[in-house]
């Protein structure tokens, strides 16, 4: 079973490596708006599975803190993740951000039954290593006058690194709130669109087929084989696993011709994949051993 659900947890990271692609290819909504819609749009399978099959609504009677944890850790992280780059250059903001898979890795000792092993450590800094290379391509200048935005990076990271340990503690808890989640974060977000944002429509069919798979990839199903992931699956090594996810977004923008291939990628394709590796080395020694 952990081998299963690290995989399902590791179709959401290729997932968010479709995140900037269909971003791009989405127009100019602004950020809240484009949140409320691909939010709502992600509820939509969940829907579908509760209508088809309404014996499991009663899983959606969860206590009080898994509601919050939900919540805060979808909502709360777009949120933090916009305001960083509301008040910051993109490039700080984001490699801050990206400390989240670091914080997972080194925060899963504090998990029961889970061993923090030095392999996981060293995965995880040579994955960061490597974002860095392709987020800071052009260099890294931190600027005290946006200490806002670099707070609410970090932030960011934090909250979702705290999110994904919490969703390993409720283990118990069915993928199906993750549907809830998904309504309540759209809702939020609606609310910091009208008070934040003006309404930016998508200018071509061939943009809201991006918006479409935005929410049903990466802000739609990548949500809920992450929750199962965490859940079920091997937390350290999806934590390392997860710088993947930059350097497959610069990739798949490479194809499609939005980026420009070059040494720092190439070099950055060692060190993730290397440390993606190394902090799984455990899991492939035993998968590899004679019986």
């Not at 127009?27 to 708006?33: A, D, I, V």
């Not at 916009?82 to 670091?102: C, G, H, K, M, Q």
Request: aromatic share 12%.
């Amino acid at each position: 079973m952990t081998l299963r659900a690290t995989l399902i947890g590791f179709s959401a990271i290729l997932m968010w490596a479709l995140l900037a692609l269909f971003t791009a290819a989405s127009g100019k909504m602004p950020p809240f708006q484009l949140s409320a819609i691909c939010f709502l749009i992600g509820s939509l399978p969940g829907i579908a599975v509760l209508a088809a099959r309404p014996e499991r609504a009663r899983l959606l009677r969860q206590p009080a803190r898994v509601w919050i944890t939900g919540i805060v850790g979808l909502f709360g992280y777009h949120f933090l993740y916009f305001t960083a780059l509301r008040n910051a250059p993109a490039v700080e903001a984001s490699l801050i951000a990206y400390l989240w898979p670091l914080f997972i890795v080194v925060g899963s000792a504090l998990l029961p039954g889970e061993t923090l092993r030095w392999n996981h450590v060293a995965g995880a800094l040579a994955g960061l290593a490597g974002t860095a290379l392709i987020v800071g391509g052009q260099g890294v200048a931190f600027d005290s006058a946006h200490a806002m935005g670099y707070g609410a990076a970090l932030l960011c990271a934090f909250t979702w690194a705290t999110y994904s340990l919490a969703t390993r503690r409720f283990g118990a808890v069915s993928t199906d709130v993750v549907t809830g989640f998904c309504l309540a974060t759209a809702f939020l977000s609606l609310i910091a669109h009208l008070l934040l944002e003006t309404p930016v429509w998508p200018a071509s069919g061939f943009e809201w087929l991006a918006v479409a798979g935005l929410g049903l990839l990466p802000v739609g199903a990548a949500f809920y084989a992450w929750d199962y992931g965490v859940k079920k699956g091997n937390i350290q090594i999806l934590g390392a696993a997860s710088y993947t996810a930059p350097l497959l977004s610069t990739l798949v923008l490479i194809f499609a011709g939005f980026a420009e291939p070059s040494w720092r990628i190439a070099l950055a394709c060692l060190l993730v994949t290397g440390g993606a590796v190394l902090a799984a080395k455990d899991m492939i020694r035993r998968r590899t051993a004679p019986a």
